[in-house]
């Protein structure tokens, strides 16, 4: 039991020094060599639980990923009314956001230059969250509250994709948004756009 807890600790010990590194310096500027250093661990140390740089990188962005908060947020969404059930994503995803804004940053600029397989588990990992949203939505089609000819995952990509540019241009282009106001008038927008005309 000592021992798996200590490889449980050791292995998030170079996840975080690996965030961390990656949030200042980029997956590009960033060696294997500086994290173990910043994870206090030798370099072969780090390779025994990440094969390669690229590999750690993946499991970087997996545990940044919205979709276990989303996952988790499903049961209370289904005991809410509708609007109030967007707030709630929107709150969590905004917040989300803002945490890992520098690592955002960074990906912002460097995304195009990264290895195919990073590039396709982003995408991958992006296109997971719209399919769970798009299934709560697709429960409220079949309950009768949103439109039945909408399309949930269209509908999906456009609400995370309103909230992700709101992000992006109040945090990263600092544009001087009232970013609750936004939110606001988006959720909104989305709800009406969405709900059944009674």
Do not use: W
């Not at 000592?2 to 975080?16: A, E, F, P, S």
């Not at 109030?84 to 956001?97: C, R, S």
């Not at 955002?104 to 769970?132: G, W």
């Not at 995952?153 to 992006?168: D, E, K, Q, V």
């Amino acid at each position: 039991m000592l021992v798996i807890t200590t490889m449980r600790d050791t292995k998030g010990k170079i996840l975080k020094a690996a965030l961390k590194l990656f949030s200042q310096k980029g997956y590009l500027g960033t060696t294997t060599k500086e994290i173990a250093k910043e994870a206090n661990v030798a370099e072969v140390t780090l390779f025994r639980y990440f094969i390669s740089k690229e590999k750690l990188f993946i499991e970087v962005l997996e545990s940044q990923s919205f979709l276990p908060t989303l996952k988790d947020l499903l049961p209370r969404l289904k005991n809410m009314e509708y609007k109030e059930a967007l707030q709630t994503i929107a709150k969590y995803y905004f917040d989300l956001l803002k945490k890992k804004r520098d690592l955002i940053c960074i990906m912002h600029t460097e995304i195009f230059q990264y290895p195919a397989e990073i590039r396709a588990i982003h995408s991958k990992m992006i296109h997971e969250v719209y399919l769970v949203f798009a299934s709560y939505l697709d429960e409220l089609k079949n309950n009768g509250i949103i439109r039945k000819d909408l399309n949930t995952i269209y509908a999906s990509l456009a609400y995370f994709g309103m909230l992700f540019n709101l992000f992006i241009k109040k945090e990263i282009f600092r544009k001087k948004i009232d970013s609750k106001k936004a939110l606001q008038t988006y959720i909104e927008i989305f709800y009406e756009g969405t709900r059944r005309n009674e």
